[in-house]
């Protein structure tokens, strides 16, 4: 029975100062992860390395897939621990430990012995030596290949003997909390979500900003929103999720302006409350979405309207990919069943029949003074009877 795993990370950025933060980081992130899962545990570093120790009964694939969604993990090492023992009874505990972890037929092995503590009676070449010899002895279908094993034997003597030769894939990227933080403009859709995914996978992290208008947009389509903040909030831990009332806002532009360039006008001032709000809170950036050329308001000539009202980077990270390709991701995630849930978000109900394609900033500019007498103070409104909730992953 695997009590322990040993967590691997990417070595990229540990070095000096930065690896005892990222390491922090990392634990912080794997704790939380951890809380969704049955058991408890203790998430602890031992000579450059992080364990997490299961302290009693726990589910073995449940912590797996949980420690999955931690940025900056690269691999996963079920460990089954021993009490330190003589080298006679060690190396039984292994030939027993490959017998039922291992496919003992025409396969290759290498017993990578290491000693944290050096009074162990024999040094790690003559460990594996001879646990090397009594697993040959044992399996007549194994044989030792020292520079491409099929099966790795790491044998630890530390405090406890440690075992283990199963690396489980993790999600690799960063851990949150080494990149800065940075706003998601979050919608019902499929894009956003998969957005915030990627970029808190370089360790920033992520509050999110929904724009709703009641009663044109449904509690329910709110739900759906924070229903999404709640899966990408199980890799990016918890999200400050502000819910901003665009009615006004959105009725006045579509009185008062050329139904052709409502969503390129909405869209803006989206992007100017998203800002105001990211400025705010400390976020460096803002997320989207938006893809090229996936719908009118994503063409070359719309997004680069869409940008010039803000003053922060806008990350895009589906900005070259398919809608395919994003789908796969949202699949990946699990956020895209709740995305394809049927409510209408602001955008949707708001959309001309003949979106331009190719809008002109000099015109788009133009259109929005007919705004000026009612704009500020709908905008100060928005801002301000925002609500703002705490989305976690429980
Ligand atoms: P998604 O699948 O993410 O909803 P979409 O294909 O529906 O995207 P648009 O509706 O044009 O595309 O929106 C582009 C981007 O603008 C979204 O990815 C999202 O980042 C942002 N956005 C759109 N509507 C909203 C909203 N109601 N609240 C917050 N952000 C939004
Ligand atoms: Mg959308």
Not at 57 to 73: H, K, P, S
Not at 256 to 266: A, G, Q, R
Not at 286 to 300: H, P
Request: proline share 4%.
């Amino acid at each position: 029975m695997f009590s322990s795993f040993l967590i691997k990370y990417g070595e990229i950025g540990v070095k000096g100062k930065n690896r005892y933060l990222f390491e922090n980081a990392l634990m912080q992130q794997i704790k939380y992860a951890l809380k969704r899962c049955e058991g408890s545990f203790n998430v602890h570093k031992a000579e450059g390395r992080i364990y997490v120790d299961a302290l009693g009964d726990y589910d073995y694939d449940e912590t797996v897939a949980n420690l999955q969604c931690v940025f900056g993990i690269t691999g996963i090492c079920p460990v089954e621990m021993l009490d330190v023992c003589n080298p006679e009874s060690l190396k039984k505990a292994v030939v027993d430990y490959i017998g039922r972890n291992h496919d003992t037929k025409d396969h290759t092995f290498k017993i990578h012995a290491r000693r944290a503590h050096k009074n162990y009676p024999l040094d790690s070449m003559e460990l594996n030596a001879l646990i090397g010899e009594a697993v040959l002895d044992e399996y007549e279908g194994l044989k030792v290949d020292v520079h491409d094993p099929d099966y790795l034997i790491t044998v630890e003597i530390r405090e406890k003997i440690y075992l283990y030769s199963t690396v489980i894939a993790g999600p690799g990227g960063m851990p949150v909390g080494t990149n800065g933080k940075a706003m998601l403009l979050l919608s019902g859709g499929i894009d956003s979500p998969v957005a915030g995914y990627m970029i808190s996978k370089r360790g920033v992290k992520i509050d999110a900003v929904y724009f709703h208008a009641p009663p044109y947009t449904s509690e329910r389509a709110k739900q759906k929103v924070i229903d999404l903040a709640k899966q990408v909030a199980k890799y990016s831990g918890p999200i400050y999720l502000h819910i901003v009332n665009f009615t006004d806002i959105q009725l006045a532009i579509y009185e008062k302006c050329p139904h052709d360039e409502l969503t390129i006008i909405m869209r803006r001032y989206m992007m100017k409350i998203a800002e105001t709000i990211a400025k705010e809170t400390e976020c460096l950036g803002l997320i989207t979405g938006e893809s090229i050329g996936q719908v009118a308001s994503q063409t070359m000539a719309s997004l680069a309207c869409t940008n010039e009202v803000c003053t922060l980077p806008v990350f895009r990270p589906c900005i070259g990919m398919d809608k395919q390709e994003i789908v796969n991701i949202s699949e990946k995630i699990g956020t895209y069943e709740t995305s394809i849930l049927p409510f209408e978000d602001c955008c949707t109900i708001f959309v001309a029949k003949h979106p331009v394609t190719k809008p002109s900033l000099e015109v788009i500019k133009r259109h929005e003074k007919h705004l000026d007498d009612c704009i500020d103070e709908m905008f100060k409104e928005a801002l301000d009877t925002r609500e703002t909730l705490v989305v976690t992953s429980e």
